[in-house]
């Protein structure tokens, strides 16, 4: 679509969204959805408020108050009203400029039909002390199950709090690339595990702690109970809770963190410990253990089905929509020093989020067989 022409539908648009629309202008409008079934799915994600202040963020931070001080001395002879009067257009421009933004974005060409890929609701398995494995994502995964404190609908295991002579069984709840899963312990301690992540834990806990074993990445909101500390154990990591929620990041050959939510909790590393506060991550580099201030909210969105990236090299990028996607990223070496920006829907399909990084970073994603190739413009 050419710019004169999104334009004009963004125009179109606007009109409607804010019903100043004639009749000519809704038939005009009415055309252009009838061509494509894209065109439909924009125009109901932009009567979105909630999309509207996801997308149109970026053009509205200015700073207004700055920018009419330094008018203002010019404008003195002018009408006092005249501020009042320029500002609805200075909003209309905000809003037509995402418009128009967004149009040339769903106008992009197609990902070839190899790279198609919607989420397929991959298999969750819980593999129990005795070797077998139960599917999860069937709500009647779990029936027929005897013996056991637990219960499945097809999205979340529930643990329910048993008190038994018997020893806690051993389980491994395995989550593939792809996938999500919840759980709620026998604590009531609830956890989100994110893609390509495993979590060992106890059928009930038992004993002078609440001890979990994690490889990947989870988020926890752990039940309060000041007399059995709850601890989650990484490769490298050991982190003491009471009652809080936090995210730990523990994937093989990635940098390792434990990032604070709320409440207080205690992150062991070797000889080194620190206490962390809300808002504060502690993060493994090579030279040791340590403590900084970060936005808590990129690193938990996954929990909100959401990709929220801060500054982060493409490369970083690449290897979050790899494991969600499935799909094998290469990242060209001149564009490994590009960074990117953005808040993107994690349920889109791969085509959708691919097109939208194109517009914001300035590069391209080729495709070969299964793979996708990143390149700058």
């Known amino acids: 679509m050419k710019l004169a022409e999104r334009k004009k539908i963004a125009h179109l648009i606007f ?6 629309i004639d009749e000519e202008k809704r038939s005009e409008l009415n055309k252009w959805l009838e061509k494509r079934k ?3 799915t924009l125009f109901q994600q932009l009567e979105d408020t909630a999309y509207q202040s996801q997308h149109f963020s970026r053009y509205t931070q200015f700073n207004a108050i700055e920018g009419w001080e330094k008018v203002e001395p010019r404008l003195k002879s002018k009408s006092k ?3 009042y ?3 609805p257009y200075a909003a209309i421009l905000i809003l037509c400029i995402g418009i128009i933004v967004l149009l040339r974005t769903s106008s992009q060409p197609d990902i070839p039909t190899a790279l198609h890929k919607n989420i397929l609701n991959p298999t969750v398995r819980l593999v129990m002390e005795d070797g077998n494995t139960l599917e999860l994502n069937s709500p009647s995964s779990t029936q027929g199950i005897e013996n056991e404190n637990f ?4 999205k979340q295991l529930v643990y329910k709090h048993t008190e038994s002579s018997d020893s806690p069984r051993h389980h491994l709840l395995q989550v593939p690339r792809g ?6 312990l026998a604590d009531g301690t609830r956890v989100w595990l994110n893609a390509a992540t495993e979590l060992s834990y106890p059928s009930y806990f038992s004993g002078k702690d609440r001890r979990v074993k994690l490889k990947g990445e989870a988020y926890f909101e752990v039940s309060a109970d000041s007399s059995k500390p709850f601890i989650v154990e990484t490769e490298h990591l050991q982190i003491n809770v009471l009652g809080t929620s936090f995210n730990i990041s523990a994937y093989p050959d990635e940098s390792h963190h434990a990032t604070l939510a709320k409440g207080k909790i205690k992150a062991i590393y070797e000889e080194q410990q620190v206490i962390l506060s809300p808002g504060e991550q502690a993060l493994l580099t090579d030279s040791g253990m340590i403590v900084r201030p970060v936005d808590v909210s990129t690193y938990t969105s996954w929990k909100e089905r959401r990709f929220v990236f801060k500054n982060k090299p493409l490369k970083e990028v690449a290897r979050d929509l790899e494991r969600w996607y ?3 990223f290469t990242v060209s070496q001149d564009a490994q020093s590009i960074r990117l920006t953005a808040n993107l829907p994690k349920y889109e399909n791969i ?3 691919l097109h939208i990084i194109e517009n914001i970073a300035r590069v391209k994603c080729e495709t070969n067989d299964q793979e996708i190739i990143i390149k700058p413009e």
């Open 81 to 83: 009203n005249l501020f």
């Open 38 to 40: 894209e065109n439909q």
């Open 15 to 20: 009109l409607s969204l804010f019903d100043l």
């Open 179 to 184: 996938g999500e899963y919840a759980l709620v």
């Open 151 to 154: 219960k499945s609908d097809g």
């Open 351 to 353: 085509e959708k989020i």
């Open 85 to 87: 009067r320029l500002l």
């Open 326 to 328: 499935n799909i094998h």
